[in-house]
Antibody, heavy 117, light 110 residues
């Protein structure tokens, strides 16, 4: 079981870029698939996308034009960038480890990002 | 890609069994045996309860079981306990290397 910790600004202005980093401990980032999932306040989970350390990635169709997930193996971290944010992007953002078949085994505690001026 | 459909709420008395449905389409649930279920207590991160439709991760109580028929997957909780009160989400492979979550179900133990 690996441990994951999200970090980044809790407040982002509309039209700006949301940037979050997930630090992985207890395991190598080069060994698994990594994913970002978000949950608007009081609502359900939404899959954002995933990356495999070799560079293979994929994103939710509705977010594809605004999302980039990247990996930094030297720091054992992976990151999320979401551009042109609006209030609809306000959510708790979770980083997590998933397996090749899509099951999400380990989760970070989540970080609330609010989009507001 | 639309969210999978789950009932908003399900309730049961301690000791009873309840079943949560998760309905998708022939493009996701119906085509792949890649459905997972997650339990989420208030203010906490979700926890994996079932993967690949019916496999239970180590440490998950055998009171939790999963199944699938056609475009609908199901999670059954038997011997309902107070600690099972939480939100539950299904998730399926959605084709083209995507995943799709269900709308979520609030389980209440009466």
């Amino acid at each position: 079981q690996v441990q994951l910790q999200e970090s980044g600004p809790g407040l982002v202005k509309p039209s700006e870029t949301l940037s979050l980093t997930c630090t992985v401990s207890g395991g190598s980032i080069s060994s698994y698939y990594w994913t970002w999932i978000r949950q608007p306040p009081g609502k359900g989970l939404e899959w954002i996308g995933y990356i495999y350390y070799g560079g293979i990635s994929n994103y939710h169709p509705s977010l594809k034009s605004r999302v980039t997930i990247s990996v930094d193996t030297s720091k054992n971290q992976f990151s999320l960038k979401l551009t042109s944010v609006t209030a609809a992007d306000t959510a708790v953002y979770y980083c997590a480890r998933r397996d090749k078949l899509g099951a999400v085994w380990d989760w970070g505690q989540g970080t609330l990002v609010t989009v507001s001026s | 890609q639309s969210a999978l459909t789950q009932p908003a709420s399900v309730s049961g008395s301690p000791g009873q069994s309840i079943t949560i449905s998760c309905t998708g389409t022939s493009s996701d649930v119906g085509s792949y045996s890649l459905v997972s279920w997650y339990q989420q207590h208030p203010g906490k991160a979700p926890k994996l309860m079932i993967c690949e439709v019916s496999k239970r991760p180590s440490g998950v109580s055998d009171r939790f079981s999963g199944s699938k028929s056609g475009n609908t997957a199901s999670l059954t909780i038997s011997g309902l306990q107070a600690e099972d009160e939480a939100d539950y989400y299904c998730c399926s492979y959605g084709g083209s290397s995507t995943s799709v979550f269900g709308t979520g179900t609030k389980v209440t133990v009466l």
